[in-house]
């Protein structure tokens, strides 16, 4: 079962606007991770949060993580076409070893 | 430096059969770990693999099993193939690291087709 649900499902923005997808889950975590899927292919590393970190920035990309409402978003900001994607959160759960469980994924889509 | 490297990237089999997808993970990783992803789903976690020895297993059946070979790379085998079998297979490769920080690094994926 999915342990990241993200909302929204779908997105779509023009270009130069800002994204923000967001991800909520229902254990406590030791970090959480965003990935990105361009078309049906491999996923890519985005940025990685630790549990006692609230805020993380890289490039365009802010990740923000509250573990007491157990939610993290991601803001993508002056968006362009290159990052029509789906964009997932991986969490690697307390206790759950090195396995990282993905949730439903958000399909962003950046228009001209 | 090479990236994961999944093999073959699309085939197609009947219900039944038995299917060998292989990954070939990047250099000076330990561990690597398989994925099933449906369409319009998140990846869904079967196994993982560090230093030979399955190293944690999701909620799929015996007949997912898998190989991790000294040089690293991997094969994941699915035996009697069902139709809901049909799904990209990704792999991904890691450093296991006393932070406990596992960042994956993916391939392109496997497509299997079960007719």
């Known amino acids: 079962s999915q342990q990241g649900e993200e909302d929204p499902q779908a997105l779509s923005i023009q270009e130069g606007e800002n994204a923000t997808m967001n991800c909520s889950y229902k254990t406590s975590i030791n970090n959480l991770q965003w990935y990105r899927q361009n078309s049906g292919r491999g996923l890519v590393h985005l940025i990685l949060?630790?549990?006692?970190?609230r805020e993380k920035h890289s490039g365009r990309l802010r990740v923000t993580l509250d573990t007491s409402k157990k939610s993290s978003s991601l803001l993508i900001t002056a968006s362009r076409a290159a990052d029509t994607a789906s964009y997932f959160c991986?969490?690697?759960?307390?206790?759950?070893?090195?396995?990282?469980?993905f949730g439903t994924g958000t399909q962003l889509k950046v228009e001209l | 430096e090479t990236g994961v490297t999944q093999s073959p990237t699309h085939l197609i089999k009947t219900r039944g059969q038995q299917v060998t997808l292989r990954c070939s993970s990047q250099s000076g990783h330990n561990t690597v770990s398989w994925y099933q992803q449906a369409l319009g789903q998140g990846p869904q976690f079967i196994f993982q693999y560090y230093r030979e020895e399955e190293n944690g297993r999701g909620n799929f059946p015996p007949r997912f099993s898998g190989l991790q070979f000294p040089n690293y790379s991997s094969e994941l085998n699915v035996n009697a193939l069902e139709l809901d079998d049909s799904a990209l297979y990704l792999c991904a490769s890691s450093l296991i690291s006393s932070s406990g920080a596992n960042v994956l690094t993916f391939g392109a994926g496997s497509r299997l087709t079960v007719l």
């Open positions: 991986a969490l690697i759960l307390t206790g759950g070893g090195n396995k990282l469980t």
């Open positions: 949060i630790r549990s006692n970190e």
